[in-house]
């Protein structure tokens, strides 16, 4: 389910067990004189629909969390005012009923500084912890009712059992304390593996303990040992852990979005802001997993978290790109992963691109022309620019630089090639005879990407301090930089009127190639088909594991390119879920793309070799 609402910049999700409601929290600023303020409007949708069936307005305040009662009858909410607002910090617990619209609001204690508020839901009782005060608030469902008020600036952590006759407290001593409720006496303490807990939450009979680190532990009740259940990704939040086991986390890398389910994620489809956050929530029992971002809400099963039944790269270091087809007919994808593994491949053929005397190593950076040159940057630091022969790379030329390289790219002519530096320069030199025509200094801090915005001029990013990066851009001429601005220009709407054209109808079919994360769509367009000028041929992409890649045509069959790839593959079958080896009729020979550009070549296409 993929939920269409009028939404401005999504702060939080909730899923009531087996997804039957979806919770969304919209942050919508607002202005008050001189004085900006946000407030948080709640809405409650069914999961089958997205129907609106219930909604809450809190003015002035800015979602902490949420989180469903296990059979969905109350939403509990917690959001707090800033230290800016007005009247200074404030906090509320509200409880919507998603079946009549009723609600209910109470002020808390609102964290000092820079503090959180955690929410924890059970059957009968809802609590809040104030942290890092150590505070936790104990109240009756569905009233609110106070019950009980624990305090302990050891506390970090804490959970309500699913029948809220239990709460477990985590401390900075790497300790979980039970405590029965309502009375609130101590009834058993267990170990937390690894230190402090950050976050805690029952799950049957044992408790999931979210570490420092990210390593993620069920605590067995029973005083049994603990059994560590997996590990969040670097700079991913976790999420829960799903009902098959695995752990779920949320990561917003550069622009690319996932939500990881184990060794499987789902990418969230590209939004503007490009750098909106992402958020989602899992269900009660783990098997209903919700993600938003900017202004677009997705219901899955964490089963399903695959693109169409394919289960993509989450570990790529940037996102895989497609280049083609080429004079030779080739169509090239590229990808590099978080361990340095790079690879190409001629998707048409199913061949990988190497080097004569092997398989490329380890890299820092890659690049590859439309034209068909190939540059990298090894994790040494040493940048080479590269031939390719049929399936094989030869160099051209290393390119001299006078500190190690990060990172490489071709202006929009491929006449150029840029690279950046540790010590903060970027070289401009050219691409046919290596030699450096200019380069440009940016400072002492390294180089760590280069993009090209138009045919003369490159966004540089530069390492600023711990926290920030500094954004350049640099006009390939002169080497000098430029203002980010464009004062008193005129674009010219629809274009140059003096550039050739074409009568409609009678225009050639060409080839569209677009990337996103881990997939590139090949499409052609034709307009002599009129209103359905577009066509998809094939999507080609990384899978998992590092050097794993697939071609997919549009009527589902499947090509994994001479890899291990059909390992990581998923195909139904009698409404169960099998390895795609199961089902081989799925499997085409290497070569699948090609024979689909073959057929469009056929047909006329503008793009076939000659």
């Known amino acids: 389910m993929q939920l269409s609402h009028d939404f401005e910049e999504i702060g939080g999700v909730a899923v009531s067990a087996g997804g039957v409601l979806v919770a969304v929290a919209d942050h919508e600023s607002a202005a008050a004189g001189c004085f900006g303020y946000t407030n948080v409007e709640i809405t409650v949708h069914t999961g089958a629909e997205g129907d609106e069936i219930a909604s809450l307005r809190l003015h002035d305040l800015s979602l902490d969390e949420m989180a469903f009662a296990p059979s969905g009858e109350t939403l509990a909410i917690v959001a707090r005012r800033g230290i800016g607002g007005f009247g200074g910090p404030a906090a509320t617990l509200a409880l919507l009923d998603p079946r ?36 936790v608030f104990l109240r009756k469902l569905p009233s609110g009712e106070p019950l009980a008020t624990f305090s302990d600036p050891s506390f970090t952590a804490m ?127 783990g098997d209903r997993v919700v993600a938003a971002r900017s202004s677009r809400v997705f219901l899955r099963r964490p089963g399903d978290l695959t693109a169409d039944g394919i289960t ?72 080479i620019l590269w031939d390719r022969q049929g399936t094989t790379l030869k160099p051209r030329h290393a390119l001299r630089t006078n500190s190690p390289a990060t990172v490489v790219t071709f202006d929009g002519s491929g006449d150029r090639i840029l690279v950046g530096t540790r010590r903060g320069e970027m070289v401009i030199a050219e691409s046919s005879t290596g030699k450096t025509r200019r380069v440009v200094r940016t400072g002492s801090k390294p180089v760590l990407s280069i993009k090209m915005m ?75 088909r009129g209103g359905d000028s577009i066509r998809l041929l094939a999507r080609f992409g990384v899978l998992d594991r590092p050097g794993a ?23 139904r079958e009698d409404g169960k879920t099998y390895p795609l080896a199961h089902c081989p009729d799925a499997i085409a020979a290497p070569g699948l793309l090609g024979r689909a550009l073959d057929t469009a070549c056929a047909q006329g296409a503008a793009f076939c070799p000659r």
């Open 100 to 135: 009549t619209g009723a609600s209910h609001a109470f002020d808390i204690e609102p964290p000092s500084g820079y503090g959180g508020l955690r929410l924890s839901v059970a059957k009968t009782a809802v609590v809040v912890g104030v942290f890092p005060d150590g505070k």
């Open 159 to 285: 959970a309500l059992s699913e029948d809220g006759s239990t709460l477990a407290l985590g401390t900075k001593d790497g300790r979980i304390r039970l405590r029965g409720l309502p009375d609130g006496r101590v009834v058993g303490e267990l170990a937390s593996p690894s230190g402090a807990p950050k976050s805690l939450r029952f799950r049957g009979e044992r408790i999931i303990s979210e570490v420092e680190g990210g390593q993620i532990w069920g605590v067995p009740v029973s005083g049994a040992p603990p059994v560590r259940l997996g590990q969040v990704r670097p700079g991913a939040r976790f999420v829960g852990v799903a009902s098959d086991g695995q752990v779920v986390d949320v990561l917003r890398k550069e622009e690319v979005a996932t939500v990881a389910q184990g060794p499987r994620s789902f990418t969230l489809p590209r939004s503007y802001p490009l750098h909106a956050d992402v958020v989602a929530a899992l269900s009660p029992e």
């Open 312 to 383: 993509l790269g989450p570990h790529l270091a940037i996102p895989a790109f497609g280049v083609g087809p080429l004079a030779d007919g080739a169509v090239l994808l590229g990808a590099r992963w978080d361990d340095g593994t790079a690879r190409i491949w001629n998707v048409r053929t199913g061949q990988p691109i190497v080097l004569e005397n092997g398989p490329l190593p380890r890299l820092s950076s890659l690049a590859i022309h439309e034209k068909g040159a190939v540059a990298t940057v090894d994790q040494g630091g040493t940048a």
């Open 454 to 528: 138009g045919e003369k001029t490159a966004w540089v990013e530069v390492a600023w301090d711990r926290e920030w990066n500094q954004m350049l851009m640099v006009d390939l001429e002169t080497g000098k930089q430029k203002p980010d601005e464009e004062k008193g220009t005129i674009g010219l709407l629809g274009g140059d009127p003096n550039a050739p054209t074409e009568s409609w109808g009678t225009a050639k079919p060409r080839l569209r190639l677009d990337c996103w994360d881990a997939v590139c769509r090949l499409s052609e367009e034709d307009a002599s």
């Open 549 to 571: 890649v697939f071609v997919m045509t549009d009527d589902g069959r499947v090509d994994t390119l001479g890899t291990t790839s059909a390992d990581f593959f998923t195909c």
